[in-house]
């Protein structure tokens, strides 16, 4: 008997803190067994201890690291007896400031974490994702995938091609029962998160400071419908039809609130 003892598994990367933290709770408090990866040593730790070790399996590993990601799902799935109920991409990095002063270096780390390792990933997972009946690939895209936010545009780039390439594979992947579906969050209250936009951040509407468990919440609705974008909170889908129908005014508006606000060289 495996591990897992025939409980449904799911697989997270960035389980350490924020979003992939309250989510390993979620499906650990529903009787799933977690794996849970991270490079935060010291989260993964408490993690498995605040879970319980015959609950889940945490390992540090560098999602770049194509050969000890493939050695670590490879793990994990032997403990499910080859099951993958979900797959959650979720591990991501926040470098900003004008793409003009960005180092080569902080970009490149971004795409590498943001984009690559999510491409990475879930090629490994495929296999186990079409092996598993009902499974779930989702990933963490963001609300700067609405509309390209100034400031964080290698970020916001990435977080694009992630909703993207989760809409073409949920038609790829659909006709072998696997489903694919992303988060587009907000201003989420995780360690990502600059503090003076925790502070700054409205009380309400879609921009205020949203508590991490409503992503995993999403998560959770997600293995249980068919539905390809969820946005947290709610109210930046509306925001989303709005920039596709008229992105110059979604434009203007950005830059008459100051987000462009450096002087242009």
């Known amino acids: 008997m495996s591990k897992a003892n025939g409980r449904k598994a799911i697989f997270i990367t960035g389980a350490a803190s924020g979003m992939g933290l309250e989510t390993a709770r979620l499906f650990a408090e529903k009787g799933w067994y977690v794996g849970g990866v991270d490079v935060n040593k010291d989260g993964l730790r ?54 003009a002063d960005m180092s080569w270096e902080d970009a490149m780390a971004v795409i590498n974490i943001n984009l690559v390792a999510v491409l990475s990933g879930i090629n490994l997972a495929i296999p186990f994702l079409k092996a598993t009946p009902n499974s779930l690939c989702f990933s963490t895209s963001s609300s700067s995938a609405i509309f390209g936010m100034a400031n964080i545009a290698v970020y916001s780039a990435t977080k694009h091609a992630v909703k993207g390439f989760t809409e073409a594979l949920s038609v790829e992947l659909k006709p072998f029962g696997v489903r694919v ?84 060289p």
């Not at 889940?56 to 403990?79: I, K, S, W």
């Not at 936009?197 to 879609?206: F, S």
């Not at 709610?234 to 450096?262: C, H, K, S, V």
Request: charge should be negative; charged fraction near 25%.
């Open 46 to 99: 408490a993690l498995e201890q605040e879970l319980g070790w015959d609950n889940c399996m945490v390992r540090e590993l560098d999602v770049t690291n194509r050969d000890a990601y493939r050695a670590t799902l490879t793990e994990f799935t032997e403990a499910t007896g080859g099951q993958l109920d979900v797959m959650f991409n979720n591990a991501g990095i926040g470098r900003g400031g004008p793409y």
């Open 181 to 264: 579906a992303d988060t587009l969050p907000g201003l989420i209250d995780t360690p990502i998160l600059p503090d003076e936009a925790k502070v700054n951040a409205p009380t309400e509407g879609m921009w205020r400071l949203t508590p991490p468990r409503e992503v995993a919440e999403a998560v959770w609705s997600a293995y249980h419908t068919d539905k390809i974008h969820w946005y947290v909170p709610a109210e930046l889908e509306a925001f989303d039809q709005l920039q596709t129908a008229q992105p110059e005014m979604i434009r203007d508006q950005m830059i008459q609130a100051g987000l462009f606000n450096r002087e242009q």
